[in-house]
């Protein structure tokens, strides 16, 4: 099942999400719908409050990233990338130089904007089994990680924005809150 997704302008994409443990209600149909969801969106992360539900929980694949351009792995030392269910994630640490790419968001539809983030992050999280892990990623993943894991603290890409950006988007915000914005795919 493909979920919508929940667009800018909805609370919450603004409120913490709350942890969870094994006993949360149809949690492996939810996660296997955030993998049909992300990929059906052309996603390359999905938090859980992108689909409605305030919980500590977000996808990734960034080896989608690679495969589609092979010359990415020339540019960024995480090829062939990791797909990933980070569940409760918490992260300990944060190294390197900022670097700004280019990261859009299924909640922003066709809105992009260069954000500078840290090369290097290590994270602590459960997987799917809740089986405690300590992993650390850089480059495009650590990227996507930190992007989805944002989501989590209610924080949004758009934050991290220049003035400029923020100004110049201040209109196509507007629209995407009342839902003037029409994506590809089913939103909320």
């Given amino acids: 099942m493909v979920y919508p997704i929940v667009l800018y302008g909805n609370a919450i994409l603004r409120t913490v999400a709350q942890p969870i443990t094994n006993a949360y209600p149809n949690l492996a149909p939810i996660i296997a719908n955030m993998w049909d969801t992300m990929y059906a969106t052309k996603g390359v992360g999905l938090a859980a409050p992108q689909i409605n539900h305030s919980i500590r929980l977000f996808v990734i694949d960034s080896e989608q990233m690679f495969r589609d351009d092979p010359a ?101 915000l507007s629209e995407i809150q009342k839902g003037k914005v029409q994506a590809f795919y089913k939103t909320m």
């Fill in 72 to 172: 990415l792995a020339n540019e960024y030392p995480d090829a062939p990338g990791v797909k990933q269910i980070f569940i409760n994630p918490k992260i300990i640490d944060a190294a390197g130089d900022l670097w700004g790419y280019e990261e859009g968001c299924l909640s922003f539809p066709y809105l992009k904007t260069i954000i500078q983030r840290q090369q290097h992050l290590t994270i602590q999280y459960q997987d799917e089994n809740f089986v405690q892990h300590t992993a650390s990623f850089s480059g495009i993943t650590a990227r996507i990680i930190f992007h989805e894991y944002d989501h989590l603290e209610g924080k949004l890409f758009i934050d991290k924005a220049s003035p400029l950006k923020k100004k110049l988007f201040a209109s196509r």
